[in-house]
């Protein structure tokens, strides 16, 4: 059972012990900071509000610059640094082209959708979104 909930702009998908972060349009040096603020509460928070797993959905960004690159790798380091599974999910060819010349695709994979990330955050259980 998945429950939503809506954050500034962001839809926050609760499934178990993950949570799934939907992006959407644009994101560059603009628009990225505010999801930079929500994955570190997310990742930072340890009571209800937060989730030993975070899956950040991609699919539709139609736009990353090398900034929102950077505030990813950032929240996937301090995920590591608070022991949390941080997953992304793209089927962008321009988020994987960006992955792909960057080399970060061997630091963060990126998934075909959400079940299989969550597959690899440990959240898939009886749940779906």
Do not use: N, W
């Not at 080399?103 to 994979?109: E, S």
């Amino acid at each position: 059972m998945s429950t939503t909930t809506t954050t500034t702009r962001l839809p926050l998908e609760e499934h178990g012990p993950a949570v799934v972060l939907r992006v959407d349009g644009e994101l560059d040096v603009r628009t990225a900071p505010p999801l930079r603020e929500e994955l570190r509460r997310l990742i930072r928070h340890d009571g209800a509000e937060g989730a030993p797993s975070v899956v950040v959905d991609l699919r539709a960004v139609t736009f990353m610059d090398s900034y929102a690159l950077g505030v990813l790798v950032q929240c996937h380091k301090l995920a590591r640094a608070h022991r949390r599974t941080f997953v992304l999910v793209s089927t962008s060819p321009r988020v994987e082209q960006l992955f792909r010349i960057t080399g970060m695709r061997h630091v963060m994979p990126l998934h075909p959708d959400p079940e299989s990330a969550l597959a690899v955050a440990g959240g898939a259980t009886g749940s779906r979104g």
